[in-house]
């Protein structure tokens, strides 16, 4: 029996305990001490926004978007249906309405040509999900918002360390939002960030983070008491966490190269049965440098994806499907608004699978997860046909 391979498996660069000692023995262990500052500090440098915050997740950080947008019930954000559901929940949670568009059929981002359509007079933000860490055409749908005077929030949880013609991905919009959760590249085990890249609400993210107060004014001397503002929460994560994070920071640009290098493998590997028919291969456009998040495939239409993931998991390969399609979802159904279908998002949705993609993943182990995907791929092929 070979051993088992799983789909992800945390990466630690083995420096996170040394940080965590390190705050451990300064006593400093609530937020937005030296770890989380240092954090703040890579990002902005990184990329380019104005300010980055520390939050205990992405969701977090879609959720201070939402506040800072001043989403109001019934208000309308459009954003694919094919994503994680918190770049829905956010803005739910404030009485806001995601209104469902379609996918593009190569990147299975957002069809910035049927964003315009969907815009009405309560429309007030975007959301661009950039899946796979593949961007969304940023340069259309930055356009589109200005000439319609909306707000555009980039959820860019798989992102990190990903470029649309050069700008990192979560310094394009309004604003971006990372995750450092356990299953993405740069890890916390729960955390994220929010990017916040126009200028005038720096200091009210600020706020909306520290529960509503100013205290984070007043901790730089800015003030002399701290008070309640306005709405807000507890969005930030302890030094622990942060520290944590920093020993990832630090090698980054290593965690990404070897991620690539394994996903060109895959790639590679691939080549000839995306030229059979049996699969489809991700599609990374030219002005994309994405940071090999994700390896999928889209197997051919005819192809039995659950026969083939059961007959994967038996060998102990852990490929997995992704999104189930938020306006297919109960909740989609309640609280969202879309045309009845979204034809590339049930497709495409419905025919992808994804592989297993670390740190540490040998090539043999690659080789041996593309053998048994085309092999029982190419077995329900020819039953499909057989069948016909
Ligand atoms: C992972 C993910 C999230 C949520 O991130 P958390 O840090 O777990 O809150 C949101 N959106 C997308 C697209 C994701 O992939």
Redesign the pocket.
């Known amino acids: 029996m070979n051993e088992s391979i799983p789909f992800n498996r945390p990466y630690m660069t083995g420096k996170e305990l040394y940080y965590i000692a390190e705050a451990h023995f300064s006593g400093m262990l609530a937020g937005d001490g030296p770890f989380t500052k240092r954090c703040h500090s890579w990002l902005e440098q990184r990329t380019g926004c104005t300010k980055a915050l520390l939050t205990h997740?992405?969701?977090?950080?879609?959720e201070m978007a939402a506040l800072l947008l001043d989403i109001e019930p019934g208000d309308e954000i459009i954003m694919p249906s094919y994503?994680?559901?918190?770049?829905a929940n956010a803005f739910v949670l404030r009485g806001g309405v995601p209104v469902f568009v379609d996918v593009r059929e190569d990147t299975l981002n957002l069809d910035e040509r049927l964003v315009e359509a969907a815009i009405t007079p309560r429309t007030r933000a975007i959301a661009a999900?950039?899946?796979a860490g593949v961007s969304c055409e940023m340069d259309t749908i930055m356009a589109i918002s200005k000439r319609h005077e909306l707000r555009v929030v980039e959820?860019?949880?798989?992102g990190v360390m990903a470029t649309y013609r050069g700008r990192a991905l979560g310094g394009i919009g309004d604003f971006g939002?990372?995750?450092?959760?356990e299953?993405?590249n740069v890890i916390s085990g729960?955390?994220?960030a929010l990017l916040v890249n126009d200028a005038s609400l720096a200091e009210r993210a600020e706020i909306i983070r520290e529960k509503g107060t100013d205290r984070s004014r007043f901790f730089r001397g800015q003030i002399d008491k701290y008070t309640w503002q306005e709405v807000g929460s507890s969005m930030l994560p302890g030094e622990l966490t942060a520290a944590f994070l920093w020993a990832q920071l630090e090698e980054a640009a290593r965690i990404t190269q070897t991620r690539l290098r394994s996903w060109a493998l895959y790639n590679e590997m691939l080549a000839r049965f995306e030229s059979s028919g049996l699969l489809r291969r991700p599609v990374v456009p030219e002005e994309c440098s994405h940071n090999a998040h994700m390896y999928y495939v889209l197997l051919a239409p005819e192809i039995d994806r659950h026969a083939v993931l059961s007959e994967l998991r038996s060998q102990g390969i852990g490929c997995v499907f992704h999104y189930v399609p938020l306006h297919t979802s109960p909740a989609g159904l309640r609280y969202g608004r879309f045309a009845d279908e979204l034809p590339v998002t049930d497709r495409q949705s419905a025919r992808l699978i994804r592989l297993p993609l670390w740190m540490g993943i040998t090539e043999a182990q690659q080789q041996r997860v593309v053998d048994s995907l085309t092999h029982a791929a190419s077995k329900l092929a020819s039953q499909a046909a057989g069948i016909r």
Not at 57 to 62: E, F, K, P, Y
Request: glycine share 8%; proline share 0%.
């Open positions: 997740s992405c969701t977090a950080a879609l994503t994680f559901v918190s770049t999900v950039h899946y959820d860019a949880a798989q939002a990372y995750s450092f959760h299953t993405k729960e955390g994220g």
